[in-house]
């Protein structure tokens, strides 16, 4: 292909063709912005513009200075071979497969943040390393979504037509034509690397340490807006071999376990209870697909999509306001099972994954319980197998031992994609506790309601496609799944006598602006349901979260021994004194007497009150100064307590960490 513009300089060639990159960078960002419009444009207003202006140079000025070292090196470099014909056409095309790389690289996470609400970041390698699914997700994906590959044919194809090649040059014939241009070339490439270095730093001032994700806050209002603010190739560099962990050190060790401290020491009045727990970790199964929760949306009318669950709401312990701790699956694990939040990266894909683990399914073997973790898609997937077994599950049941038992066909059953449908997998776990001897606890981790977001061929007709939202479908036919599965449950000697916990591992994919603000995209729902009617029913004015269920099940059964969990337990504590915090793109949001607040790491970004401002539309920061100094008091504390017991290997309490 013959480029359309030919300069003599080298130097100039370069300066364009980086100008260019500049305008790739820059159109990925708007179409990122169009593909995720619902999400991220209700923040954005004209006076905003120059920030997220600025913010988005700054993050693509450090990307391209990344991406584009070796570019610059082979275009600028004071030597004179690099004036042929073949020099020059190996550099174009070393240009144009790394800026393809990145275009792609962004695109790509445009469609992928909606499952996220943020950028990836180098784990997300990690993350499906073991997955045998991948080529046939990403083809559905590329079918469904076929304008973003377009887009990227397109945008490939104007790289390839606008770059500026050097004419060939033909050598000096006198000495001062050689002095000429090496000394340019050289001043030019002297230049550059300072530029480069700075650019890669975010600033030139002393002060200036390399730019990370966190920094993409100080341009914007809301956690969801950074993301349109970064860039994917930079997310992925600045977290390449980076440490994940570092303790801010905000407070010495006895004021701060005097903050907060997530080690729980039993009182001597507990009552022992023999029952068994059953934890239904639901797919994607958000807080606004269940009609019981949003009784207000919709001006009333509002029906959701899970009528089962709202049944078994109406006989549960629920909570006014209930989250997750993560936005992906393998986040959902550790909160739930292990009360591990995600703070910065998904806890199992960084070198604190190696420490010694505790959780539910530990404390609980050592007490006579037989423990299992059932999960339909092929053993190994997501890393659950290996989680299960670092954090002591006795038992793993997935695809293999489904197909395994003669009661199923494993092979009809099996969605052709990621795992067995919900509706046999559960009636299958059902049964299989049956097995188990008692007392037992047990996690299930369905699968349907994940992409490709298809449900059985003998059900399509009953849920049909309702909208855009291709989730509904696969809502109903879970719901219905759970349903069928409560009903063999109830039929099983075990019963009675058992603690049903209802959750999700993250959200997906929301209909309503209420669910796409930064909090809402956090919204899960929380359930804890006892068949035998001890533990009631009811709505609590109260903050939940996935981190609270390991405390709040222990300490009701009477676990007489101290342990590590980062969350609270709901029965005990009083409801003006419960509490939330996640983790979103670099952002720290922490919920405390029906407020939110926004944390950098280092000061408050954002204080809003959640009863009369969900929308997050007025800052009131400054304004609430007793309220705001706690509610930074304790996210410090708990940053730090997970900060320091992940780098010094202190998340279980053995007999030498007890008094620690």
Excluded at 425 to 445: D, G, H, I, N, R
Excluded at 482 to 505: C, G, H, K, M
Excluded at 643 to 649: A, I, L, Q, S
Aim: proline content about 5%; some cysteine; aromatic content about 14%.
């Amino acid at each position: 292909m013959q480029t359309q513009t030919r300069v003599r300089s080298t130097i100039v060639a370069f300066v364009l063709n980086t100008i260019m990159a500049y305008a790739v960078f820059m159109l990925s960002r708007i179409e990122f912005l169009l593909e995720n419009w619902s999400s991220i444009a209700p923040g954005l207003s004209w006076p905003k513009m120059g920030d997220l202006l600025t913010g988005s140079l700054t993050f693509d000025t450090s990307a391209i200075a990344y991406t584009g070292i070796l570019y610059a090196l082979l275009m600028l470099v004071p030597c004179f071979k690099k004036e042929s014909r073949g020099w020059q056409t190996a550099t174009k095309w070393i240009y144009l497969t790394v800026n393809t790389v990145c275009l792609i690289a962004n695109v790509a996470d445009s469609a992928y943040f909606r499952f996220t609400g943020r950028r990836s970041t180098a784990s997300l390698f990690q993350e499906f390393a073991n997955e045998d699914n991948i080529a046939s997700i990403i083809g559905s994906e590329l079918l469904t979504r076929w304008y973003l590959v377009l887009f990227v044919g397109v945008m490939g194809y104007a790289m390839a037509r606008l770059y500026v090649q050097p004419a060939p040059r033909p050598r000096p014939a006198k000495v001062s034509g050689w002095v000429g241009y090496y000394a340019t070339h050289t001043l030019a490439l002297g230049v550059y690397i300072p530029i480069a270095i700075i650019g890669m730093r975010g600033g030139a001032t002393d002060a200036t340490r390399p730019i990370t994700i966190t920094n993409a806050n100080q341009y914007v209002d809301t956690p969801s807006e950074a993301a349109l603010i970064l860039n994917t190739p930079f997310s992925l560099i600045r977290t390449m071999g980076k440490k994940t962990f570092e303790s801010p050190r905000y407070y010495d060790r006895a004021e701060l376990d005097a903050i907060y401290t997530p080690l729980h020491t039993p009182s001597d009045t507990l009552t022992e209870r023999r029952k068994n727990v059953v934890v239904l970790i639901v797919e994607s199964f958000g807080r606004e697909f269940i009609g019981a929760y949003n009784e207000r949306l919709d001006g009333g009318k509002y029906k959701g999509y899970a009528p089962f669950v709202d049944s078994l709401y109406s006989r549960s312990v629920s909570f006014d306001y209930t989250f997750c701790n993560g936005r992906k699956s393998i986040d959902g694990m550790p909160s739930i099972l292990s009360s591990i939040p995600m703070f910065v990266e998904p806890f199992f894909l960084t070198p604190a994954a190696l420490n010694d683990v505790g959780g539910m399914a530990d404390c609980l073997s050592r007490k006579g319980y037989e423990t299992a973790f059932f999960h339909g898609a092929a053993n190994g997937s997501m890393g659950f197998q290996g989680f299960a077994r670092h954090t002591r599950f006795d038992k793993y049941f997935g695809r293999t031992e489904y197909k395994e038992d003669d009661r199923f066909d494993g092979d009809d059953d099996f969605d052709g994609t990621w795992a067995i449908w919900d509706e046999p997998f559960l009636q299958f776990y059902a049964l299989k506790m049956s097995e188990l001897k008692e007392p037992f606890l047990t996690a299930v981790f369905t699968a349907t309601s994940h992409h490709p977001f298809v449900i059985p061929e003998a059900y399509r007709d009953t849920f049909p496609e309702e909208d855009d939202n291709v989730m509904h479908k696969c809502i109903r036919y879970t719901d219905h799944s759970l349903r069928r599965f409560f009903e063999t449950a109830s039929r099983q000697p075990w019963y009675d006598n058992t603690i049903f916990v209802f959750t999700s591992d993250h959200t997906n994919m929301a209909d309503h602006a209420e669910y796409k603000t930064p909090l809402g995209l956090y919204g899960s729902p929380l359930l804890i349901f006892d068949p035998s009617g001890e533990i009631g029913a009811g709505r609590r004015h109260c903050i939940a979260q996935q981190i609270d269920i390991m405390p709040t099940i222990l300490n009701h059964l009477g676990f007489d021994e101290p342990y590590i969990a980062f969350g609270k337990d709901l029965f005990s504590t009083p409801d003006d004194e419960t509490w939330a915090v996640n983790y979103n793109n670099g952002i720290y949001q922490y919920v405390e007497s029906n407020h939110l607040l926004l944390f950098d790491g280092h000061e408050a970004r954002g204080l809003y009150d959640l009863d009369n401002d969900w929308m997050l539309t007025s800052d009131l920061r400054g304004q609430k100064p007793d309220l705001q100094n706690r509610m930074e008091r304790r996210v410090k504390a708990i940053i730090q307590q997970y900060m320091e017991r992940m780098t010094e290997d202190r998340i279980v309490v053995r007999e030498q960490q007890a008094t620690k």
